[in-house]
């Protein structure tokens, strides 16, 4: 996968700014997690609410706590989880914005966490 895939570059730019991690860090950090997920999507769709796919990646609605297990599984530090769900959160509201969801994606914020899996090709 290129990096920062399944997040777009804006995304990763606006995550970035409001991270409490290095900019340039970002990027690593979401390829990290994309090696983790992608062998995991089938479980994903299995297992959760998937709320867009696209032949680049899927989004699924997960329980709130559910970036603790990722980051452990992955080795992230708490910052850096923190940096890695907002990036998948302003995905999801990119995603939004393109297909006139934002408002019942901002809704499911409020209950849920948001997980991004890039599909390869």
Known sequence: MARGDPLDGQ????????ASVPAERLPDLVDR????LGP??????????AVYESPERWVFLVPPDHWDAV???????????EAVRRA???QLRRVGSETERREEFE???????????GVEN
Not at 11 to 18: C, D, E, G, Q, S
Not at 40 to 48: A, D, G, H, K, V
Not at 107 to 116: D, F, G, Q, Y
């Open 11 to 18: 995304v990763l730019i606006l995550a970035a700014a409001k």
């Open 33 to 36: 997690v994309q090696s983790d």
């Open 40 to 49: 995991r999507f089938e479980t994903y769709r299995r297992t959760y609410e």
């Open 71 to 81: 980051g452990d599984r992955v080795g992230l530090a708490p910052r850096e989880r």
């Open 88 to 90: 998948h959160e302003e």
């Open 107 to 117: 809704s499911a914020l409020e209950i849920r966490s948001v997980v991004v899996v």
